[in-house]
């Protein structure tokens, strides 16, 4: 029974930190969709440009 315990405990904590990471990895993902969404002011001409390299190539 105590093995049992520990194996289960130690499951336990494994999908925590499991848990924590990918809940980490997807707010990196949000931060990163937000850092590409246009802005409401943002011309038509410059949406989907990535870097400053290819909005001065653009213009």
């Known amino acids: 029974m105590k093995a049992a315990l520990d194996k289960a405990e130690?499951?336990?904590g494994d999908l925590e930190t499991s848990h924590a990471e990918e809940k980490k990895k997807l707010e990196?993902?949000?931060d990163l969709k937000?850092?590409?969404a246009p802005t409401?002011?943002?011309p038509e001409s410059a949406r989907n440009l990535t870097t400053r390299a290819e909005l001065v190539?653009?213009?």
Request: no cysteine; glycine share 0%; aromatic share 0%.
């Open 10 to 12: 130690k499951d336990l």
């Open 28 to 30: 990196e993902i949000r």
């Open 34 to 36: 937000l850092a590409i």
């Open 57 to 59: 190539e653009r213009i």
């Open 40 to 42: 409401a002011d943002e």
